[in-house]
């Protein structure tokens, strides 16, 4: 047995001590994800974050419940056996709500912030397609710095520029960041951008002064079509250059960059297309990876899976995905709407729970008052309860349905939690890889020494 990595020790904590002595014979835990690979199997424990690889012989030994392996004990005390009738979905349930009471409060500390809803390109698919276009004044970016500088104690400020697109009012960016440095103040920050503004010395200010670590940039397909979908208000230059240039530029500088390429039925030859040309340009450029999403989100529609799979599938073989992984801790919350460390400020410098969907109330104030914080995330809170499908489904530990995201339906389709399950194992998979490519390292390096 190899440890890929440990337990999360605060999740065994919580968790009724089950001995060899009080185990009576069981299966194997419906939280414990198996996948064969040449070397073995690996075997995911999703509540305890347990990672490891089991030879055949372990493997047979688990899902026997052999009482005489050497490993018996182990998988006992560690939950990866239990009795027939063991209640996973309960369990899960009970322990998130013991480790969310015993959960260290932190202040509010992360932000994300919109310095407009106004943006340089339109997008057919926008969430912001029909929303008031507004940018924030220089008097409520003060007052925004000031609210993040009184709320967040001790704590390191996360900020996370989103839009609109936040370098359309790059000026917001900068008034924020200053006030904050001014204060002495620890922060570092993210983008969502197209990246179409982010070039030169927007690239060196974004890293001196913004503490820019990550960016997310979208792009959508080959030029004419990237160009097309993106519909830039500017009338001469080529944006799909310009924006692959900056992605260039940016990495070079010190930016991790995430592409992100939206699928739809319309775009998905044009973005295997896409992959070969990525994998020419991004050579020896550091930290970009390139992700697939489905763009509507349609999880019920098999043509939309097809598309994603078939794009995803195109980045595996240019080799530019960014490799996914498994959690290593229990997720006590989805999002920034159900939890009290998070809050999005608009550009009129009113708070609301959701980046996306920022009408959805209640309304809780402006960054001068902030006083039913509290109430608000509870109602977000509110989670739909796991339905027997969710038993199939390696996601099980970790999903959190909130029933006010718009985007969260009650139940899930066969195919997403097909999908969710297939994920979880391509996670498994990288993770494994990785461990492997560390441990050859360690082992090269010690020859050396
Ligand atoms: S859309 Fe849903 S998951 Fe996303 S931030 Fe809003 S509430 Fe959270
Ligand atoms: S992804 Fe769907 S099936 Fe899986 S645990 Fe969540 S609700 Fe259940």
Redo the contacts with the bound molecule.
Sequence with gaps: MKTIFDESSSVLKVLPKQTVQSFHGGRVARFVIREEIPEGVLCYHALLKIFLLLTKEEDAALTNADQTAPSFEFFVSRYFLVSENFDELKTIGEVRSVLQLLAPKKPLHRFTILPTTDCNARCFYCFEAGCKREDMSPETAKCTADFLLNVSGDSEIKIHWFGGEPLYRSEVIDLISERLTAAGKNFTSDLVTNGYLLRGAMIEKAVRDWHVASAQITLDGTEKVYNRRKAYIYKTGNPFETVLQNVTDAAKAGIRIDLRLNVDAKNKDDLVDLAGILKERLKGVPDVGVYARMLYGDYEDPAAYEAYYRVKEALEEAGIQRPSGIPRKLYLNRCMADTEEAVVILPDGSLCSCEHFSEIGPAWGSVGDRSAHRATVLQWSET?P??E??L?????AD?I?LRKCPVVHE??SLL??EQ?TKEMREGMRSEYMRFKAQEAAGRETAQKA
Aim: hydrophobic letters at 10%; glycine letters at 0%; proline letters at 0%.
């Design positions: 739909y796991k339905t499908q969710c199939e489904c390696a996601r099980m999903c349905r139940t899930c997403e939690r969710r």
